[in-house]
């Protein structure tokens, strides 16, 4: 743990440098209960675990930041053995403060008493606005508090600003320690990923498959996989998000599987294509081939200085060339990309930001124009092509749903591919199914 502490507090100073003198707020998450009395499985806040490493719930962290110091301060669950023999272990804010790296800690009950005081005379207050009605809620009565004390010349902040606006910014360049974790994540998704396409075959579930992934994230010590997994054979890998899993797979069907597993918080996400029976049919590999080299066009253009969008300009480019190929679509190549015909076929971007959400933080445009790439980004890179049955498809091609995706790294000489272990030549994936 001594790796995240030191890369918490690392990350709360930066936030502090960044920032005006006033009071940070960040909360974590609450439990949500389910049914009755039974809980769905807790997950932090990721901007609050970003800055803290502290997982339990009902806890917020709090800066107070003025010209010449900074205090930070954690809220958290009151320490309880009774709760303990329940609920299992409490850190209490003693233990908390020693072991995370806080200059104070206190119970959660006192965090209203002591937000009154604490705001008092500060210019500014940064939190996740508009995130939580809740918190603005809670937020707006300490302000009336400390406003109703303004003859005993006490002063509220004037300024309520987003956090998330400098949080996220740095959220989007990866540090040492994130890295690493984002390695290992990789590592587990791509070994589920051979698992599914050595245990696929036709006749059997799309659940099936999509417990032996889930069973090989658990193996590997991923405790939760980081969304709910995509795996549709046949017409169903034509629906972007399809997650009923659970349609029968035929011979001659396609298997999509878009599935990522979390470790200590952060994502991978990796989607592969194969034939449930092994083989791919003369359509499947023509249309296969286009997608892979429309990522392979992607990738090219991934580097330090490059911008966000040129991954998807590349793609978009070899997959509208490959639909006028192979007769799906008339006109010059110009055409299908100025009148986005191709969308018939590649409806989305081609990638997003990941880190610890799977679709992470960061803005994709600064002033209006598309950001230019730096050394400790993570994005996917993910070209599509999707033929629904239509009166301009050829039989052989419907129902043919194609996604390849993988996580890159971006480098100041290049990337690295993080997933790239992951088979997705048609010869490796053919000679895995025929193992």
């Not at 769905?40 to 997982?55: A, H, I, K, V």
């Not at 009565?141 to 309520?160: E, F, K, Y």
């Not at 600003?161 to 994130?178: F, P, S």
């Not at 992934?213 to 193996?219: C, F, S, T, V």
Request: glycine share 6%.
């Amino acid at each position: 743990m001594s790796a995240l502490i030191n890369a918490c507090t690392t990350r709360r100073a930066n936030l502090a440098a960044r920032l005006e003198p006033g009071i940070v707020i960040v909360p974590s998450s609450q439990e949500i209960l389910r049914n009755a009395d039974s809980h769905y499985p807790f997950r932090f806040d990721s901007g609050f675990y970003y800055l803290t490493g502290f997982t339990e719930p009902d806890a917020v962290l709090v800066q107070v930041i003025s010209k010449d110091q900074v205090q930070n301060i954690l809220f958290c669950r009151a320490k309880d053995i009774e709760r303990e023999i329940w609920d299992g272990y409490r850190f209490g804010p003693a233990a908390a403060a020693e072991q995370f790296g806080f200059d104070a800690a206190y119970p959660i009950e006192e965090l209203d008493m002591r937000m009154a005081k604490l705001i008092q005379n500060q210019p500014r207050i940064y939190y996740p606005l508009a995130k939580e009605m809740r918190w603005d809620r809670r937020i707006n009565r300490w302000l009336s508090d400390v406003r109703g004390l303004a003859r005993t010349g006490v002063s509220a902040p004037t300024m309520m600003l987003d956090v998330r606006a400098t949080l996220d910014e740095m959220r989007l360049i990866k540090d040492a320690y994130e890295v690493g974790i984002l390695r290992q994540a990789a590592k587990i998704n791509t070994q589920a990923h051979i698992r599914a396409m050595q245990f696929a075959k036709p006749g059997q579930m799309e659940y099936q498959v999509e417990a032996e992934i889930l069973h090989d994230y658990y193996r590997q010590g991923s405790r939760s996989p980081a969304y709910n997994s995509i795996v549709a054979s046949g017409a169903n890998s034509c629906v972007l998000h399809y997650g009923e899993n659970n349609a029968r797979m035929n011979d001659g069907d396609l298997l999509l599987i878009d599935a990522g597993c979390e470790v200590a918080g952060y994502a991978s996400d990796i989607t592969r294509t194969f034939p449930v029976n092994g083989t791919f049919t003369p359509a499947q590999r023509a249309v296969y081939e286009i997608t892979l080299a429309a990522q392979e066009a992607a990738l090219a253009t991934i580097y330090a200085g490059s911008t966000w969008n040129a991954p998807h300009d590349a793609a978009t480019r070899v997959l509208a060339q490959g639909m006028l190929d192979l007769n799906l679509l008339k006109g010059s190549l110009d055409e299908v990309l100025e009148t986005e015909s191709y969308k018939q076929f590649y409806m989305h971007r081609t990638g997003h930001w990941m880190g610890l959400d799977v679709h992470d933080c960061g803005a994709y445009k600064i002033d209006g124009e598309w950001r230019k790439l730096a050394a400790g980004m993570v994005l996917t890179v993910e070209p599509g092509f999707y033929i629904r049955p239509a009166a301009n498809v050829p039989k052989e091609f419907e129902n043919i749903g194609i996604r390849i995706e993988d996580d890159v790294l971006v480098t100041a000489d290049g990337y690295e591919n993080l997933t790239a272990a992951c088979p997705k030549t048609i010869a490796d994936i053919e000679e895995i199914m025929a193992k």
